[in-house]
């Protein structure tokens, strides 16, 4: 009789570790879709359909990216530790939304100008499937740190 309490009990808890297993990705309400295809920032931002984001005039950089909501965070790192003084760009992942699978494709925008006076961005995350805006913003400071001269 231990026996069958002993093979019971195993029963299920390998069958509500395989339940939660399942049902583990319904948890997102925008689960995962890398395997699907879309197509690529830039020809989504031809679209036009970009919420309101307009890239700032003469702009140092123009960054239109497709990539996964997991990646987002070291996409933008990369490119403060290229240009060490676009620190403010480090609030872009800041509020991390639970409700988002981290394999979910996304877009991202994000133009900066990087002046003698000013440092300003502005950014916009869309998701490539439903074209929704996941994020948005932008800053402005006046800037410290005096361009290199060659």
Known sequence: MKRYYQVLFLTLMLSSLFISEVFA?????????????????????????????????????????????????????????DNNHYTPLSNIYLNKNDNISPNRQIYLYLTVLDSEKEFRYQFLILDAETKESFAEGNGWANNIYSKEVD
């Open 25 to 81: 990705d319904e948890k997102y309400l925008y689960p995962d879709n890398k395997d699907k295809d879309f197509i690529s920032a830039a020809e989504h931002f031809k679209t036009g359909n970009l919420k309101g984001y307009i890239p700032i005039k003469n702009a140092d950089k123009n960054i239109e990216q497709k990539l996964l909501y997991k990646d987002l965070k070291y996409y933008v790192l990369s490119i403060v530790n």
